[in-house]
Each structure stands twice: as structure tokens, then as C-alpha cells.
């Protein structure tokens, strides 16, 4: 029986994306896109989401592609644009969920300790999570083991009633391996119609 959930939050709970920034700097989508690809990457990112700080992160990237300085300042500076607002189907379901009072509610993010204040500030919805593990503040992030085993270890949760939500099929691949039931999330929709079909939403 399921009796916690688990939540990731960029692009389950939060529409974040940084094309939604650099669509206002690079007229050009091919230029954009190879910027994002091959300068300020998800690799890169996921650097910050594992705590490595800002600056450290923007100073290597200005040595390697001083060309593109506004730019790479940018990612940070301007990083709130990234962010279009809650993923409204959701964030529906969790107050659902969360009405039922049937289970326990934690989100586990990859997302820089800098940053993640801000979307603190920003969604209310963020406190009705009975706790929130984020990586950068962990210095560790999924996919790896330990970062799930923070969670579960630190608010006594019991992998095999356990359900876990993320966009990141390498993140759900990981959980799986934990013993935890987890669900791919792709629309709010599918999501929805996962949880009827597994008993959770009626």
C-alpha cells in the first residue's frame, strides 16, 4: 500500500525551462539552441544542482567562451525567466492528493541551494510538502542512490510504500532500483489517469 508520495518538481510541479529566457536574447533558434547545447548545457546545470556554486560555475564558462559573456551571465542573473509559472494540472492533483489525507508528501529535486529559494518564494504550493530534499543543498543529486537514500533516511520512509513522480526516466530508472513504485510523468493527464489506475486518485 502506498502511503507517501514522492515529487520531483522542474517540469512536474514547475514550468522551468531556460529556452524560456534565451528565446528574448538569441533571435535565431539554431544559434539558441547550439548555445544551450554547447555552452550553458544541462551538464553544466546539473553541476550547480549538485552544489557547485554560481559563481564558480559562470567563471568557468566565461574562460572558456568569453564571446558569449552577456549570455552566460545571463543564466543566472536573469534566472527567474527560466520559470513560466506551476504546471496547473499538477499541482490539481496534489491538492487532491493532499485533501485525501491519506498519505505523506515530499518532493526531491535536483536544483541549485542558490536558486531554490526563489521558487520557495514564489509557490505556495511548495509548503504543503511534509519535506522538501534538494540536491544542491545536499551536495548530491539523482540519479544517484544516495541521494534517494537521503530522503528515505531522513523522514523514515519505507521504499515499498513509496510512489515517485519525475519527468527524467533516468531518475525513475534509479528509483526503481530502490524498490520504490515510480510513475514517468509526461502530461498531467497521463499522470492522472496512472494514479485511477493504480487506486490513489479515484
Not at 566565461?62 to 496547473?88: C, D, K, N, V
Not at 493532499?98 to 505556495?124: C, D, M, R, V
Not at 519505507?158 to 515510480?182: C, H, M, V, W, Y
Amino acid at each position: 500500500m502506498i502511503k507517501t508520495i514522492i515529487f520531483d518538481l522542474g517540469a512536474v510541479l514547475i514550468d522551468w525551462n531556460p529556452h524560456y529566457l534565451y528565446e528574448t536574447i538569441f533571435t535565431d533558434e539554431a544559434e539558441r539552441h547550439a548555445f544551450l547545447e554547447t555552452v550553458c548545457t544541462a551538464e553544466w546545470n546539473e553541476e550547480q544542482d549538485g552544489g557547485r556554486s554560481i559563481q564558480e560555475a559562470t567563471e568557468l564558462l566565461l574562460s572558456q567562451f568569453p564571446q558569449h559573456e552577456t549570455a552566460i551571465r545571463a543564466y543566472y542573473g536573469r534566472w527567474p525567466e527560466m520559470l513560466r509559472g506551476p504546471i496547473e494540472g499538477t499541482v490539481a492533483i496534489f491538492s487532491e492528493l493532499k485533501a485525501s489525507g491519506n498519505y505523506t508528501f515530499y518532493a526531491l529535486t535536483n536544483w541549485s541551494a542558490e536558486t531554490f529559494p526563489i521558487a520557495l518564494a514564489t509557490y505556495e504550493f511548495l509548503s504543503w510538502f511534509d519535506g522538501i530534499v534538494v540536491s544542491g543543498v545536499e551536495k548530491d543529486r539523482k540519479p544517484f542512490a544516495s541521494f534517494y537514500n537521503t530522503l528515505l533516511n531522513r523522514y523514515n520512509i519505507d521504499p515499498a510504500q513509496a510512489l515517485f513522480i519525475d519527468d527524467n526516466l533516468r531518475n525513475i530508472k534509479a528509483a526503481e532500483q530502490l524498490g520504490i513504485t515510480s510513475i514517468h510523468f509526461t502530461t498531467p493527464d497521463a499522470l492522472r489517469s496512472e494514479l485511477v489506475a493504480q487506486g490513489i486518485l479515484v
